[in-house]
């Protein structure tokens, strides 16, 4: 039960679990409103090429009848019909021309819109991939909560911060009793429901300034920032009366724990040994018992 080396170089900011934005939302949310942008843009674009189309067919349509009009009551000579012709022919002319160009626009239009239509998929597929990336990199699959290694990072992210501003830090190690017997009866789909319904269970005792995470197994870890020490009861309390159903049979879930709070000075193996010792203790002399008895260091 003692912890690893530490591994992770990346620095994550202490904030709830439930109020972090994955990289994939992050990525998936600033593209999807850039598209939205480039969609507004396009409408807008056609809206008036639409509307100049129709505004330069009404005044080409009024200039032949200018000239034309005037020639059906005068009785002019065969020069004066001439020019008329011409004029109207060149009119035509124009009006065919701007619907020509109109059409171009068209379909211009259409294909930005295909291509951003395009690009939104590719959005929407970047963001699963980077949601995917994120959730492996930092999520334990099974319970949900921080795995092992985001859990590491963070105490010592946790410890510089203490070391820095004189703040209290305290960690929690959670063992679940007689998980194996369990798992053995009732079959794995059974140890898995009870890992579930405590993780979950865990996630709801703990503040969002806290880390809860699934360190192995059946061991969970909590890191309590600027926790005081009548709080970490506080803490085991609400995970008492755990329950799983299993195949149709109601499970209680009971823990041992053992925590130790942080002395300036010592590194994140040595806070975690101490709460280990203290785990193991509690484990040693209360395992078996329906309520969690519990050793501080």
């Not at 679990?17 to 939302?25: F, K, L, R």
């Not at 980077?130 to 990072?153: H, K, M, P």
């Not at 929690?172 to 009793?177: A, H, T």
């Not at 503040?207 to 360190?215: K, N, P």
């Amino acid at each position: 039960m003692l912890t690893d080396s530490i591994m992770l170089n990346a620095k994550t900011a202490a904030i709830p679990m439930s109020q972090q934005n994955s990289p994939g939302s992050e990525v998936g949310g600033i593209l999807s409103q850039a598209a939205q942008v480039s969609m507004r843009h396009i409408e807008r674009r056609e809206w008036q090429l639409w509307s100049y189309a129709v505004a330069v067919t009404i005044l080409l349509t009024l200039a032949i009848g200018t000239f034309a009009f005037p020639a059906l009551l005068s009785q002019g000579g065969d020069d004066y019909a001439f020019s008329i012709t011409q004029a109207v022919r060149g009119l035509v002319g124009l009006v065919l021309l701007f619907n020509v160009y109109v059409i171009y626009q068209q379909v211009q239009i259409n294909r930005i819109r295909r291509r951003v239509t395009e690009q939104g998929f590719s959005v929407d597929k970047v963001g699963m991939l980077a949601e995917e990336v994120y959730r492996l990199a930092v999520l334990d699959s099974l319970t949900g909560l921080f795995n092992r290694r985001y859990a590491q990072q963070r105490l010592q992210d946790e410890i510089a911060r203490s070391q820095r501003h004189s703040l209290p830090l305290t960690v929690i190690l959670l063992d679940l009793n007689n998980f194996k017997q369990a798992n053995d009866k009732y079959g794995h789909e059974a140890g898995d429901n009870l890992l579930i319904g405590f993780g979950e269970r865990l996630r709801k005792a703990t503040r969002g300034s806290d880390v809860a995470a699934r360190y192995g197994g059946d061991e969970f870890l909590v890191l309590l920032p600027e926790c005081k020490t009548g709080d970490v009861q506080y803490v085991l309390k609400r995970l008492e009366g755990v329950h799983a159903d299993v195949g149709g049979a109601i499970l209680t879930v009971s823990f041992a724990a053992g925590w130790a709070d942080y002395t300036p000075g010592e590194s994140a193996e040595e806070l975690l040994r101490r709460a280990d010792k203290a785990l193991y203790v509690n484990k040693r002399e209360g395992k078996g018992q329906d309520q969690p008895s519990v050793v501080s260091t």
